[in-house]
């Protein structure tokens, strides 16, 4: 029903900033919330940042400050700006789409992009 699609990643050096794109198609963008989890080798999926289909932000504490989630409905797009990264942001970002309510459990999401690449090297 959703098809979602990132870009944006990419290697950066520490305190460097990547602006992340995921692109929806399919359904109708506005009726979903959205977030952005990253996954990096031998750790578990985690939640970054969501953004509710009225606005409501969450950010995980590892990135508040840091990062800022934003989303225009007119162009079908959910975007993360990250600013002044670390090496431990390093790691293979996902957004996804919902239509549930518990915005920072992964399984909440029915829809999935296929990741891009983030790496912060020190």
């Known amino acids: 029903q959703v098809q979602l699609v990132e870009s944006g990643g990419g290697l950066v050096q520490a305190g460097g900033s990547l602006r992340l794109s995921c692109a929806a198609s399919?359904?109708?963008?506005?009726?979903?919330?959205m977030g952005w989890f990253r996954q990096a080798p031998g750790k578990e999926r985690e939640f970054v940042a969501a953004i509710g289909r009225i606005g409501a932000i969450y950010y995980a504490d590892s990135v508040k400050g840091r990062f800022t989630i934003s989303r225009d409905n007119a162009k079908n797009t959910l975007y993360l700006q990250m600013n002044s990264l670390k090496p431990e942001d390093t790691a293979v970002y996902y957004c996804a789409a919902t239509d549930r309510i518990s915005l920072r459990v992964a399984s909440t999401y029915d829809y999935w992009g296929q990741g891009t690449q983030v790496t912060v090297s020190s």
């Open positions: 399919g359904r109708t963008f506005s009726n979903y919330a």
